[in-house]
């Protein structure tokens, strides 16, 4: 099986829950606060790992207690860890308040993210026997830069998911595989409001106008719109549960989607599987903490 690599954020995510969210200028207490391994690209690796696929992860923690943490986090879960690099400073830091609906509000410090350059990932990438590279936005977008070029002159494919979200410069789009987005996302990208399965369409095609091969747009509790350029579409309901928290529900699908993609599943029963795993995330509290097995998603999607 080929290896998936994720170059991106690894964040200590310091979760409140809150009856609702206060107001500007308002103080109110918190039900409970916990401490969850965190960050999208490692959320993601820790998803395509669980999810079945060979996955390493490129990306900085702080020679801090949470760099610790981090580390061992991605360890446990079969994340290939030896070019996760410790540098002086603070892990990133994810600030997260969860109302009673499971929704968030997600305040980011970067720490250590903010400082992995183009040359550590030159140094520790190797693109022999990848399938896929997966991006986010939370590292420098230079650095995110060097890797589109960098994997595209290899012929590894990448699959780009710019959040938080950001607008990407029209000579980039030819270089990603894959773009996913969720609403918000998909918006600032394609300048078209995302709110349903016909907008979606319409902010995929302009897209895919611009040279990009797939686009995937996820659509919370609706599920998923699927195109590529050569006019296959999907569109996945969402299955539904009682969501507890919706933290790392965009990363799981990601990961396990490309974990499916590995294995030589099909477009469609791939992201069928991605959305079965999203929904377990949701109905668990946390990021890593939340993110469900293999034998999870398939027990899950079997009943
Ligand atoms: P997050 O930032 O919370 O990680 P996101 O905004 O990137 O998520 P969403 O579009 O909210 O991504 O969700 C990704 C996928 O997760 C959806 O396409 C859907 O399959 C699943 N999902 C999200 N919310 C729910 C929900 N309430 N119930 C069931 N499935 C959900
Ligand atoms: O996508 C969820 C993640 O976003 C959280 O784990 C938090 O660290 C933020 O980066």
Known sequence: MRRIVVIGSINMDVVSNVAQFPKPGETIHSRDTSFFPGGKGANQAVAAASAG????????????????????????????????????????????????????????????????????????????????????????????????QSA???????????????????????LVDTLIVNETEAEVVSGVKVEDFASAEKAAASMIDKSTASVIITLGEQGCYYANGRGEHFKIPAIRVKPVDTTAAGDTFIGAYAAACTEGLGTEEALRFATAAAALTVTRPGAQSSIPTKEEILAFMNK
């Open 53 to 148: 696929a060979d996955c390493v992860m490129i990306g900085a923690v702080g020679l801090d207690p949470f760099g610790n943490t981090l580390m061992d986090s991605l360890k446990d879960r079969g994340v290939g860890v030896n070019s996760v690099l410790s540098k002086k400073g603070t892990s990133g830091i994810a600030i997260i308040t969860v109302n009673e609906e499971g929704e968030n509000y997600i305040v980011l410090s970067e720490g250590t993210n903010g400082r992995l350059t183009e040359e550590d990932v030159a140094a520790e990438v190797n693109w022999d026997g990848v399938y896929a590279v997966l991006l986010q936005n939370e590292i420098p977008w230079e650095t995110t830069q060097y890797v589109l």
């Open 152 to 174: 595209n002159k290899a012929g590894v494919r990448v699959w780009l998911n710019p959040a938080p979200a950001r607008n990407i410069p029209e000579d980039l789009f030819p």
